[in-house]
């Protein structure tokens, strides 16, 4: 491959001759409008030469060769397909379209009525398009070759760019759309519907003669076997259901559980339980339609009248007897139908109020999740205290979830916050009495201190001789005594050279005459 610098070089050369200096393009676009103004008949134009254009009726002179001449002769051809294309427009406008036979009968007569409205309302859409189209296009054909309109008062622009260029031939080159064939898919459109009514009116009518044919042709006999096995199908059908209700729940609770575990199997859940439910809406139908069977049967029947026994004269006569006894039986199944329509409405009653509960059983018990859980992940107790459960604890849990649906849905969910919460309870506590332990032992410290303290500064001693005077209340005539003797032995040693003993001094415990050894031992 070659390198960018090199392909760069190439189209550097390749375009050298067409890239030219501003001064010098300047120059060649003053010359070309020279030029043209000698055609036009004034020596220069002050609008721009990309909007230069001629008139209608544009003919080549002699003057012109080369690539000028085929500009105007392409531009005449132009000009005579767009007059040859408004002419054919107008002229189908002209047209009376052929009006269609009016059909026969009623149906037929509002069908073709209302597609008639239709057609109308969609070609009323399309003249109005087309109007618009028109409208445009005269708008931008008007002056279009008018020089004169085009160049006065004009200022110079800027060269398009080559992107706006295209995207303009692309818009023009797009084809206008085909009246006459979107007429005839319509008309193909409304053929067709018309057939295919007459289909399912053949079909109707074929459906009304075989059940007219049908309800004459059973009897009495095939009425009871037939409301017989509506009874048995309907009791089982009633009894499924219920089975199928009441195991709901309890799958519903699994495949949530199962479903926030196991992601990847959403899609099939999905798909069985739509299954499920196809199956139950076509069962439902058929109920629904054998119990209108059932109805009618019931609604047409006819009281039987009741004659005297009489004696059979042949064979073929008892043969007729005993065809004829279920009709004779029939009044007497009427109680008992029409109790049984009684139980089914009343056992489809309950299933509908039990399906409804259990679903906005369902519906809350979902909510309910979807916020514990929005709670445990917004939640920092439960990450700080996370559940642990013994293993003899966790079988009994799957035992009670087994048996009980309510809790495996929102107790489950409930159960780490007890757990967490009681956690937390319990480390508050535990924290609560270590620091009541760690005060305590301070605070003994403390007191230890203090009485250390109180020992150096004799205040023990001080206490002591308290406890003693409060104790001893008739040794205090002595002490007085002894004191004044002391008193009167200082006063003779002299006061001002004997230092004064105070009480609860820390130096009190010392004798303070030490500095009177002499005078004590003459004395």
Same mark, same amino acid.
């Given at each position: 491959?070659?390198?960018?610098?090199?392909?760069?070089?190439?189209?550097?050369?390749?375009?050298?001759?067409?890239?030219?200096?501003?001064?010098?393009?300047?120059?060649?676009?003053?010359?070309?409008?020279?030029?043209?103004?000698?055609?036009?008949?004034?020596?220069?134009?002050?609008?721009?030469?990309?909007?230069?254009?001629?008139?209608?009726?544009?003919?080549?002179?002699?003057?012109?060769?080369?690539?000028?001449?085929?500009?105007?002769?392409?531009?005449?051809?132009?000009?005579?397909?767009?007059?040859?294309?408004?002419?054919?427009?107008?002229?189908?406008?002209?047209?009376?379209?052929?009006?269609?036979?009016?059909?026969?009968?009623?149906?037929?007569?509002?069908?073709?009525?209302?597609?008639?409205?239709?057609?109308?309302?969609?070609?009323?859409?399309?003249?109005?398009?087309?109007?618009?189209?028109?409208?445009?296009?005269?708008?931008?054909?008007?002056?279009?070759?008018?020089?004169?309109?085009?160049?006065?008062?004009?200022?110079?622009?800027?060269?398009?760019?080559?992107?706006?260029?295209?995207?303009?031939?692309?818009?023009?080159?797009?084809?206008?759309?085909?009246?006459?064939?979107?007429?005839?898919?319509?008309?193909?459109?409304?053929?067709?519907?018309?057939?295919?009514?007459?289909?399912?009116?053949?079909?109707?009518?074929?459906?009304?003669?075989?059940?007219?044919?049908?309800?004459?042709?059973?009897?009495?006999?095939?009425?009871?076997?037939?409301?017989?096995?509506?009874?048995?199908?309907?009791?089982?059908?009633?009894?499924?259901?219920?089975?199928?209700?009441?195991?709901?729940?309890?799958?519903?609770?699994?495949?949530?559980?199962?479903?926030?575990?196991?992601?990847?199997?959403?899609?099939?859940?999905?798909?069985?339980?739509?299954?499920?439910?196809?199956?139950?809406?076509?069962?439902?139908?058929?109920?629904?339609?054998?119990?209108?069977?059932?109805?009618?049967?019931?609604?047409?029947?006819?009281?039987?009248?009741?004659? *005297?026994?009489?004696?059979?004269?042949?064979?073929?006569?008892?043969?007729?007897?005993?065809?004829?006894?279920?009709?004779?039986?029939?009044?007497?199944?009427?109680?008992?139908?029409?109790?049984?329509?009684?139980?089914?409405?009343?056992?489809?009653?309950?299933?509908?109020?039990?399906?409804?509960?259990?679903?906005?059983?369902?519906?809350?018990?979902?909510?309910?999740?979807?916020?514990?859980?929005?709670?445990?992940?917004?939640?920092?107790?439960? *990450?700080?205290?996370?559940?642990?459960?013994?293993?003899?604890?966790?079988?009994?849990?799957?035992?009670?979830?087994?048996?009980?649906?309510?809790?495996?849905?929102?107790?489950? @969910?409930?159960?780490?916050?007890?757990?967490?919460?009681?956690?937390?309870?319990?480390?508050?506590?535990?924290? =609560?009495?270590?620091?009541?332990?760690?005060?305590?032992?301070?605070?003994?410290?403390?007191?230890?201190?203090?009485?250390?303290?109180?020992?150096?500064?004799?205040?023990?001693?001080?206490?002591?001789?308290?406890?003693?005077?409060?104790?001893?209340?008739?040794?205090?005539?002595?002490?007085?005594?002894?004191?004044?003797?002391?008193?009167?032995?200082?006063?003779?040693?002299?006061?001002?050279? =004997?230092?004064? @003993?105070?009480?609860?001094?820390?130096?009190?415990?010392?004798?303070?005459?030490?500095?009177? @050894?002499?005078?004590?031992?003459?004395?």
């Amino acid at each position: 491959m070659t390198a960018p610098a090199e392909v760069v070089s190439e189209f550097k050369s390749t375009l050298e001759p067409y890239i030219k200096p501003r001064e010098q393009v300047n120059y060649i676009r003053r010359i070309l409008t020279l030029h043209l103004g000698s055609f036009i008949g004034q020596e220069a134009t002050a609008a721009p030469l990309s909007l230069a254009a001629g008139t209608d009726d544009a003919s080549a002179g002699v003057e012109l060769q080369g690539v000028f001449k085929d500009y105007l002769d392409a531009l005449q051809v132009n000009v005579a397909a767009r007059r040859q294309f408004d002419a054919l427009l107008q002229a189908t406008r002209s047209e009376d379209k052929p009006q269609s036979k009016l059909p026969s009968s009623g149906s037929d007569l509002l069908q073709g009525h209302l597609t008639l409205l239709k057609l109308r309302q969609k070609r009323d859409c399309l003249l109005a398009v087309e109007r618009s189209l028109d409208s445009l296009a005269e708008y931008s054909g008007q002056n279009l070759l008018d020089t004169d309109a085009m160049l006065d008062g004009a200022a110079a622009l800027p060269s398009v760019p080559k992107s706006v260029v295209d995207s303009l031939v692309a818009e023009q080159s797009i084809a206008r759309p085909d009246l006459r064939s979107r007429a005839a898919q319509l008309d193909k459109a409304v053929l067709r519907a018309r057939l295919y009514s007459k289909q399912e009116e053949k079909r109707l009518a074929d459906l009304k003669a075989r059940c007219e044919g049908r309800s004459t042709a059973f009897g009495n006999s095939a009425r009871l076997e037939a409301l017989n096995a509506t009874r048995g199908e309907l009791i089982s059908w009633i009894e499924a259901e219920l089975g199928k209700a009441s195991t709901q729940e309890v799958g519903e609770s699994e495949r949530d559980e199962s479903a926030r575990e196991r992601d990847d199997k959403t899609e099939d859940v999905q798909a069985f339980i739509t299954k499920r439910l196809s199956t139950i809406s076509q069962k439902y139908a058929d109920y629904v339609a054998v119990r209108r069977e059932a109805l009618a049967l019931v609604s047409n029947h006819q009281q039987p009248s009741l004659s *005297p026994p009489r004696q059979p004269a042949s064979l073929a006569e008892c043969a007729n007897d005993a065809d004829s006894r279920p009709a004779a039986v029939d009044h007497l199944l009427m109680p008992y139908l029409e109790t049984l329509l009684s139980i089914s409405r009343h056992q489809k009653a309950l299933m509908a109020h039990k399906s409804h509960t259990s679903e906005m059983l369902s519906k809350q018990s979902k909510n309910a999740g979807q916020v514990l859980d929005r709670l445990a992940e917004e939640s920092q107790l439960l *990450p700080s205290y996370p559940a642990k459960m013994s293993r003899r604890r966790r079988s009994g849990m799957a035992g009670e979830t087994i048996r009980s649906s309510d809790h495996q849905g929102i107790s489950a @969910r409930v159960r780490p916050w007890i757990t967490a919460a009681d956690s937390a309870k319990i480390a508050t506590l535990e924290s =609560v009495a270590e620091k009541i332990e760690s005060g305590q032992l301070a605070l003994e410290g403390c007191m230890m201190s203090l009485q250390d303290i109180d020992r150096l500064l004799g205040e023990d001693s001080k206490e002591a001789t308290e406890d003693e005077d409060v104790a001893q209340p008739s040794t205090g005539d002595a002490r007085r005594v002894r004191g004044q003797n002391k008193a009167e032995a200082g006063k003779q040693y002299g006061k001002d050279n =004997v230092p004064e @003993r105070q009480r609860g001094d820390p130096w009190s415990r010392l004798h303070g005459n030490l500095g009177f @050894r002499g005078h004590e031992d003459a004395a």
